[in-house]
């Protein structure tokens, strides 16, 4: 029926302060946290790893990212073939974001 967080892996793409912030959160839910972002910074929360590699791993993917340019349709059919058949796909960001066309 649902999914469990507990012993679960997370990723997180986008880790300004809402990504942080739910990173933050996860801590307690006892989920291995793996982050994307273009820039790195101190975190106690989570580990840094590449694009294919938080796409390939992660049972959940959280999108926190800004709309702009660069970021129109990032999640597309090929981000999507990367992810666990059972993993979900969580956008927190904007709807621009995800090619919706490669969603079907």
Known sequence: MGHDLIGATVGIVGYG??????AKILSSFGVTVLIYNRTHYETAYGEYVDWDTLFKTADFVTLH???????????????????????????LARGAIVDEEALE
């Open 65 to 91: 990212l800004a709309a702009v340019p660069e970021t129109t349709k990032i999640i597309n059919a090929e981000t999507l073939a990367l992810m666990k058949p059972t993993a979900s796909l969580i956008n």
């Open 17 to 22: 302060h809402i990504g942080q912030a739910v």
